[in-house]
């Protein structure tokens, strides 16, 4: 079965400090994994995508198929960062684009 | 600039009253969904829909109907509102694939007492 799992609810850091916030996932196939961000009182939001390696923000996501994981990580925290990030996965054999979600984890930068 | 748009804000409604929640994409995608969202839940998928008059069942779809007879348009419809589906809801929308992440609305924050 698709799942994924983020296993910290709540991240709690003082700004300038580096920021990793974990994703596991389980899927048999060839995943697409994203990670997406809902700042106070806004829309959830695409932050990045695995299949294009980009950073955004400073936050970067590096795909470890050998340990299911997909990590959101940046070097050195601001205190804009705050907000809650979902992370989520794509089957490829799916060609209907449902994604699963896990939990969420509340970010928290602290001045 | 608003590419997803929830027709309500807030919705207060009553045990057992028939509720419709709207959703309107301007994109042009294939896809659309209705979440749910809890505090340390995530987003739960209720129903999607690829194509007009085509649905889905998600994870969770027991209570809830959904309706797509226009491409642009995705319907959410609580048949008898009861108090456990008080939450968060957020539609979305993707192209067929998912490949290009999906365009969230604001949500909608439906109380039912």
């Known amino acids: 079965a698709q799942r994924v799992t983020q296993p910290e609810k709540l991240l709690s850091v003082f700004k300038g400090a580096p920021v990793e916030l974990k994703c596991n996932y389980s899927?048999?196939?060839?995943?697409?994994l994203f990670w997406y961000v809902q700042y106070s009182r806004q829309r959830l939001q695409l932050l990045l995508r695995?299949?294009s390696r980009e950073s955004i923000k400073g936050f970067t996501a590096d795909l470890n198929k050998g340990e299911t994981s997909f990590h959101l990580k940046k070097p050195f925290a601001q205190e804009e960062d705050s907000a809650m990030y979902y992370c989520a996965l794509s089957g490829s054999s799916s060609n209907t684009g449902k994604l699963i979600f896990g939990q969420g984890t509340t970010l928290q930068v602290k001045p | 600039d608003v590419k997803v748009t929830q027709s309500s804000r807030y919705l207060v409604k009553r045990t057992g009253e028939k509720v419709f929640l709207e959703c309107v994409q301007d994109?042009?995608?294939?896809?659309m969904f209705w979440y749910r969202q809890d505090p340390g839940l995530g987003l739960r998928l209720i129903y999607f829909?690829?194509?007009?008059?085509?649905?889905e069942k998600g994870d969770i779809p027991e209570g809830y109907s959904v309706s797509r007879e226009k491409k642009e348009r995705f319907s959410l419809i609580l048949e008898s509102a009861s108090t456990n589906q008080t939450s968060m809801y957020l539609c979305?929308?993707?192209?067929?694939?998912?490949?290009?992440?999906?365009?969230f609305g604001s949500g909608t924050r439906l109380t039912v007492v």
């Open positions: 695995h299949i």
């Open positions: 829909s690829y194509d007009v008059k085509m649905k």
């Open positions: 979305a929308s993707s192209w067929m694939t998912g490949s290009g992440g999906y365009t």
């Open positions: 994109m042009d995608h294939e896809n």
């Open positions: 899927y048999s196939g060839s995943p697409e």
